[in-house]
């Protein structure tokens, strides 16, 4: 079983900046990306980092947000936001996998409003 913990989610005014971490509890997961859920919406895709290809971002967030593992840690992975907006308002999930099996922290709630 493997556990993430996500954190550094708040409230704050449009324009903004958050950072938010992902530990997850195996060193030898595979930290996919970020995810988030909107109240009364469907769960997106944010960012995620294959493990062939290229880092992929939604739409919405390129030029805003990037994602990224700590360099000393690869147990953490962080996504900085920036320029938030009303509209990334929502509940942010990170997903990894491990040994064939896919899990999902508790999510941290990123709330921008003025």
């Known amino acids: 079983q493997v556990q993430l913990v996500e954190s550094g989610g708040g409230l704050v005014q449009p324009g903004a900046s958050l950072r938010l971490s992902c530990v997850v509890s195996s060193p030898d997961a595979y930290i996919r990306g970020w995810y988030r859920q909107a109240s009364g919406k469907m769960r997106e895709l944010v960012a995620v980092?294959?493990?062939?290809?290229?880092?992929?971002y939604l739409d919405s967030v390129k030029g805003r947000f990037s994602i990224y593992l700590d360099k000393t840690n690869k147990t953490v992975m962080y996504l900085e936001m920036n320029n938030l907006k009303l509209e990334d308002t929502a509940v942010y999930y990170c997903?990894?996998?491990?040994?064939?099996?896919?899990?999902w922290g508790q999510g941290t709630g990123v709330t921008v409003s003025s």
């Open positions: 997903n990894a996998e491990h040994n064939s099996k896919w899990y």
């Open positions: 980092v294959p493990k062939v290809g290229t880092v992929r």
